[in-house]
């Protein structure tokens, strides 16, 4: 069983920054491509900002610029850097990785965090 840990989300005023940290933890041998997704109310979920496992990345165009997605394989986390918030980013955000427990690749999700960004 794997389990992802988040943490960093809040409330910032726009123009600001925060650092969402995922975690993960369990029986883990290894992790293909870790990403972030976002889901504000009355909108379907949107991928972020995506990794794979040697560090090609890939941002959704409303982020492109401001946020930076990063990864310490040592610690099985994945990071956003998000800069230069604005009150469109407000959103539930969800990380996933696609790992391999031993038995089979599958994609596992966190809980999520509330980001909000005040005007």
Known sequence: QVQLVESG???????????LSCAASGSIFSIA?????????????ELVARITSVGSTNYVDSVKG????????????VYLQM???????????????????????????GQGTQVTVSS
Do not use: H
Not at 9 to 19: A, C, E, H, I, K
Not at 66 to 77: E, H, L, P, Q, V
């Open 66 to 77: 401001r946020f930076t997605i990063s990864r310490d394989n040592a610690k099985n986390t």
């Open 9 to 19: 989300g809040g409330l910032v005023q726009g123009g600001g920054s925060l650092r």
């Open 33 to 45: 491509d870790m990403g972030w997704y976002r889901q504000a109310p009355g909108k379907q979920r």
């Open 83 to 109: 800069n230069s918030l604005k009150p469109e980013d407000t959103a539930v955000y969800y990380c996933s990785m696609t790992a391999y427990s031993g038995e089979y690749w599958r994609a596992y999700w």
